[in-house]
């Protein structure tokens, strides 16, 4: 399998389902919607909806609502991206090459293209209803995907982490990182496989094992981006470099050292593997992505 070539394809195929959930840019609403698109059509790589759609491959999913909720999740991510880019939260002016939505369309306009994302993205997840068979698949998709995305989730992380960042730094120890992480980062990971292996007809222990398998990817995905931070530049990374020690941001680098960081990683990812191997059925491509992201340099 020409993995680089699968990976081009799968991104074009989710390009194409996310621009067809996007808005038009009309009404006096229109800067806004103009913002919402921009946020999303950055680029990116889009590996929440691939990981949803390669994990209903592997239980050979037949439901149409899985498409809504690829894009639902892409656009939860979107939102957290946006807000997390703010002069008030990271301050970050540039994203995957491009200066971020606040640098482009002012803070306040970020902010409520934020909010729209977020919106939108419950909208489409409701809307799945039309295409299912399963509505009761549905109804727990939904569940994971805000769930996960609200405070018992990626926003409790956020929080966490802005509260970390406003005290003395000693506050901040290996268990407020894997909080965070898991929170922060891991928990749309997980409810990408969580939701692709519901939809396509997993058990409820697959569904368990699935949480497990994006546990140990959002934290080894994570932590390579705190390494990331450290080793890459502007050009390979597409955003500026160094921002966790400017930011005075404790990570699992900052705590343990490069070395560590990077052993970290490949245990993680190598038990995310072995966790897959536990499943049914057999997606080569999946496993190759969950490799990827262990060697990932962007």
């Not at 540039?94 to 909208?123: I, P, Q």
């Amino acid at each position: 399998m020409d993995f680089k070539a699968e990976l081009d394809k799968r991104v074009e195929e989710i390009e194409g389902i996310i621009r067809y959930f996007l808005p038009e840019e009309k009404g006096y609403q229109k800067t806004v919607l103009e913002a919402v698109n921009y946020s999303v059509l950055g680029g990116g790589k889009r590996l929440r909806p691939m990981l949803m759609s390669e994990t209903y491959k592997l239980f050979n999913g037949q439901d149409g609502a899985i498409n809504y909720f690829m894009a639902a999740i892409e656009l939860v991510h979107t939102y957290s991206l946006v807000h997390d880019d703010l002069e008030c939260m990271d301050n970050d002016e540039f994203r995957r090459g491009r200066k971020t939505t606040h640098a482009v369309y002012g803070e306040g306009m970020a902010v409520l293209a934020g909010d729209a994302l977020l919106n939108c993205a419950v909208e489409i997840a409701a809307s799945a209803f039309d295409e299912t068979s399963n509505p009761n698949a549905v109804v727990k998709s939904m569940r994971i995907l805000f769930n996960k995305s609200g405070i018992y989730g990626m926003l409790g992380g956020q929080v966490a982490d802005v509260v970390c960042e406003s005290k003395d730094s000693e506050v901040m120890d290996k268990d407020m990182i894997m909080f965070i992480h898991e929170n922060k980062t891991a928990a749309l990971l997980q409810a990408s496989l969580m939701i692709g292996g519901l939809l396509g007809g997993a058990t409820e222990v697959a569904v368990r094992t699935l949480e497990r398998i994006g546990y140990n990817i959002g934290i080894a995905f994570q932590i390579q981006d705190d390494i990331l931070d450290v080793t890459s530049t502007f050009e390979e990374l597409g955003k500026p470099i160094g921002s966790d020690e400017r930011n005075n941001k404790m990570t699992f680098v900052s705590l343990y050292g490069l070395e560590e960081a990077k052993k970290e990683v490949e245990r993680l990812s190598i038990d995310a593997i072995n966790l897959l191997h536990t499943l049914p059925g057999d997606n080569e491509f999946l496993e190759e992505l969950l490799r990827s992201l262990i060697n990932r340099r962007k």
